[in-house]
């Protein structure tokens, strides 16, 4: 988390950062910061709260500067306030620099330098290495910067990207990179850092992903990289193919709520060029060309945290059922400090929208090192889990700026369906008339998602309805069960409200106390196998004055019977049918949301994107 931008230029530096702040602001927004060097006059500038209000306090205070560095901060070590807000500036107030990332050996580091005599005026781990740097530059003999940050960066522990300035160079910028992600902007004359490529795109579309233990030395006419043994490595132009369109609001109040109404056609970019119904096929070249490895998979582990992780969970009950496959599905957190049995054979499926969470990456990299093949299911192009996999799918869903994950998560079911679909296929473990059955439910899935969306309204009023309560529960079963963890989890995000999800049978096995005529319940109960058995759930709930919300198929009569309030769907297979009763949901969620005053897209505590453990 955090988001980081720097600019060296002809340009003026603060609108440049300022604007990149706020497109990155996804990424923490408890305080934030700009360092601006003009004339040799190096200004720090920061203050807690989100970006706008770094933007206010700037009025009227000296901006002119064609170098300058800004972040937006999700607090690690040291609460959110003025002081402990980035940049950070060195003892002798010579260098600023900003992190995004923890240094994990940050208090031994600290310790040493408190011996030294060296005082420090914020709690961040940021401050302790910068002056280690700085102490470092001022002992080395070669006195150069990137020397100095070279060793120092070789002493320390833990995930960074840091971009720093020098008051006595008024044109460079050197960044570093471990674990937290840095994309370099290439401009004519002039080069742009930031964490993601939008602060970038409406400069330029050139653009250098920076690899872990790279050192970026960066001025206006000149990049260059090295390792952090000071070898010269040739940077790799990617060329971006974003549009600036793609990471604007387009007229809706919210980017949650964008990204909601999005999805009809992000799920039909997804399928684009993969699924053609008629012909009866699935083409996907990163399944395609490993399809032996995928087929004879012993066992699949999928590993993900947040959203990703119940798309994972959906996935389990769907490659299990078509292609007779045991999957089993981890938190990215405890798959990396267990001591996981990957054998050879296995395959990973890692599911990820930013492809930047750390705990998920640093899994990856752990399971690489033990042979596993990994299958990549990614939003972002070219962030670091989609590199460090051997094969992948993208989601095609564009940029996901709102804090909960939305057209993402439906990307990523679509992506599933069709490589377990494809697996099964060639294993044979489903019949013709099932594959070609499910393949034309899969094409029709835009267009019943934008039905769904006609109806919003009713949503709004439910949300009106139910805004005050204090806890919800969410119930579901078979492939809706990760669905009522989805809504439970899309709910307490955006609205503060404590939420659970609970397969539905398994509620007597305690949630069952907490109902009463105040608990709002909310049922995933569309047409399937589990349908009886999910209205003896219902009933249950009712005996006991539960307040009754269900997501149900067009038609079904008896669910309303039972339910306070019901929203319907349009008929669906049971497999495919998740895509479409998370819709509702988010919803739900986004409606609560804003009647509670909330700022979905930045809700309290949260950050998009978890570079930190
Ligand atoms: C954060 C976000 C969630 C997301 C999770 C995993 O918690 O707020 O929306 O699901 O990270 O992120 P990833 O980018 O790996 O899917």
């Given at each position: 988390m955090c988001g980081i931008v720097g600019y060296t230029g002809p340009r003026q530096a603060y609108p440049v950062i300022l604007k990149g702040l706020k497109r990155l602001e996804y990424r923490g927004y408890d305080s934030s910061g700009v360092a601006l060097l003009h004339n040799g006059q190096l200004n720090v500038y920061k203050k807690k709260g989100k970006v706008a209000d770094l933007e206010e306090m700037m009025i009227g205070k000296s901006l002119e500067a064609t170098i300058g560095i800004g972040h937006t901060r999700w607090a690690t070590h040291g609460e959110p306030s003025d002081r402990n807000a980035h940049p950070h500036s060195s003892k002798s107030g010579r260098l600023a620099m900003i992190h995004n990332g923890i240094i994990e050996n940050y208090a031994l580091i600290k310790q040493e330098l408190l011996n030294k005599g060296y005082s420090f005026t914020s709690d961040t781990d940021t401050e302790v290495l910068l002056n280690f740097i700085e102490d470092i530059h001022q002992h080395i003999?070669?006195?150069?910067l990137e020397e100095a940050l070279r060793i120092a960066l070789k002493r320390v522990s833990g995930a960074y990207c840091i971009l720093l300035i020098d008051q006595n160079d008024p044109e460079t910028i050197i960044a570093a990179r471990k674990g937290s992600p840095l994309v370099i902007g290439i401009g004519k004359g002039e080069h742009f850092l930031a964490s993601d490529a939008s602060p970038i795109i409406e400069y330029t579309k050139e653009v250098v992903y920076v690899n872990d233990y790279e050192l970026a030395i960066v001025k206006p006419d000149e990049l260059i990289l090295k390792n952090l043994g000071n070898e010269k490595i040739t940077p790799f132009i990617t060329k971006l193919d974003m549009e600036l369109a793609a990471i604007e609001k387009g007229g809706y109040e919210h980017f949650m709520i964008k990204e909601i109404f999005e999805q009809p056609s992000t799920i039909y970019d997804c399928l684009r060029g993969r699924l053609d119904a008629a012909a009866g096929m699935i083409r996907m070249a990163g399944v395609d060309n490993h399809i032996e490895q995928l087929t004879n998979a012993n066992r699949i582990m999928i590993v993900a945290c947040g959203t990703s992780w119940h798309a994972g969970l959906v996935a389990e009950y769907i490659i299990e059922e078509l292609c007779r496959i045991p999957v089993e599905v981890e938190y990215a957190s405890e798959f990396r400090y267990r001591n996981p049995i990957v054998n050879k054979g296995d395959v990973i499926i890692a599911i990820s929208q930013s492809g930047e969470t750390a705990d998920t990456l640093v899994a990856l990299e752990k399971a690489k090192e033990n042979g596993a093949f990994i299958f990549g299911i990614v939003n972002a192009v070219g962030s670091s889990i989609a590199r460090l996999s051997n094969a992948g799918a993208y989601t095609h869903a564009g940029p996901e700026i709102g804090v909960a994950s939305t057209k993402a998560f439906t990307g990523q079911l679509a992506v599933l369906m069709m490589v377990a679909l494809t697996i099964a296929h060639h294993k044979k473990t489903i019949t013709q008339e099932r594959y070609q059955a499910l393949l034309n439910e899969l094409q029709d899935i835009p267009e019943k998602v934008a039905a769904i969306l006609k109806n919003a309204e009713a949503l709004r009023k439910m949300a009106d309805k139910y805004k005050d309560a204090s806890d919800f529960l969410f119930l579901g079963r078979g492939y809706n069960f990760p669905i009522a963890l989805e809504g439970a989890l899309k709910l307490k995000e955006i609205s503060y409200i404590h939420a659970e999800g609970y397969p539905a049978a398994e509620m007597k096995h305690g949630p069952i106390a907490l109902v009463d005529e105040n608990l709002p319940v909310v049922f995933i109960a569309t047409n399937d196998l589990y349908h009886e058995k999910i209205i003896s759930n219902m009933q249950e709930i009712k005996a006991r004055k539960g307040k009754i919300i269900s997501i149900i198929t067009e038609g079904d009569t008896t669910s309303p019977k039972l339910s306070h309030d019901y929203f319907t769907i349009p008929p669906v297979d049971e497999l495919i049918a998740p895509i479409l009763t998370v819709i509702p949901l988010q919803l739900l969620s986004y409606y609560v949301g804003i009647a509670k005053g909330i700022d979905v897209d930045k809700p309290r505590n949260l950050a998009k994107s978890v570079t930190v453990e």
């Open positions: 003999e070669s006195g150069s």
